[in-house]
T-cell receptor, first 111, second 115 residues
Framework: GNSVTQMEGPVTLSEEAFLTINCTYT??????LFWYVQYPGEGLQLLLK?????DKGSNKGFEATYRKETTSFHLEKGSVQVSDSAVYFCALRGSQGNLIFGKGTKLSVKP | ETGVTQTPRHLVMGMTNKKSLKCEQHLGHNAMYWYKQSAKKPLELMFVYSLEERVENNSVPSRFSPECPNSSHLFLHLHTLQPEDSALYLC??????????????FGPGTRLTVL
């Protein structure tokens, strides 16, 4: 069945450090892939998405590239800020349109 | 700013209580979802409603009972819960129903604690 595996957290970085959060998936075919972010006390918000192989999603300085060869969709940002502290969820779209999420990775950015 | 609201934000209940969670969306969407977010586990899809009809029920115990009276409101009725049901319950909505992907917008969640 479909599943998403993302790196265990928490991840703690200093401001302006480079961020990578790994995400790999198992699925039939080539599903759409997503990164959601959950800020403290809030619901999930769509951060970026990619709908086909080699697509790059980007938003707010974050990027992720859909790699079908490695079934990966790693999240990257060149210079994190304290305001990026949140929980990040990788997800794929299942065959019925539902979202299948990873466990989430908590990011803490220190000034 | 989310157009999906959930009440209450926090709920503590005993195992014999009956309570309800409420979700309301102001986005004109026609599909609504309940998810369960437990510590150290992936978000679990519980129920999907499209055009006010339930289209998916992921083997959720009967002590959870959803209700969708119209396309803007979704309830989750709770009774005889167990401590392991303690979690964050998230509501989401989307346009176009679950059969086609459109972005899901999430509410802030209800933090439920079962004593």
């Amino acid at each position: 069945g479909n599943s998403v595996t993302q790196m265990e957290g928490p991840v703690t970085l200093s401001e302006e450090a480079f961020l990578t959060i790994n995400c790999t998936y198992t699925a039939t075919g080539y599903p759409s892939l997503f990164w959601y972010v959950q800020y403290p006390g809030e619901g999930l918000q769509l951060l970026l998405k990619a709908t086909k192989a080699d697509d790059k999603g980007s938003n707010k300085g974050f990027e992720a590239t859909y790699r079908k060869e490695t079934t990966s969709f790693h999240l990257e940002k060149g210079s994190v800020q304290v305001s990026d502290s949140a929980v990040y969820f990788c997800a794929l779209r299942g065959s019925q349109g539902n979202l299948i999420f990873g466990k989430g990775t908590k990011l803490s950015v220190k000034p | 700013e989310t157009g999906v609201t959930q009440t209450p934000r926090h709920l503590v209940m005993g195992m014999t209580n009956k309570k309800s969670l409420k979700c309301e969306q102001h986005l004109g969407h026609n599909a609504m979802y309940w998810y369960k977010q437990s510590a150290k586990k992936p978000l679990e899809l519980m129920f999907v409603y499209s055009l006010e009809e339930r289209v998916e029920n992921n083997s959720v115990p009967s002590r959870f009972s959803p209700e969708c009276p119209n396309s803007s409101h979704l309830f989750l009725h709770l009774h005889t819960l167990q401590p392991e049901d303690s979690a964050l319950y998230l509501c989401a909505s989307s346009l176009g129903g679950s059969g086609s992907y459109n972005e899901q917008f999430f509410g802030p969640g209800t933090r439920l604690t079962v004593l």
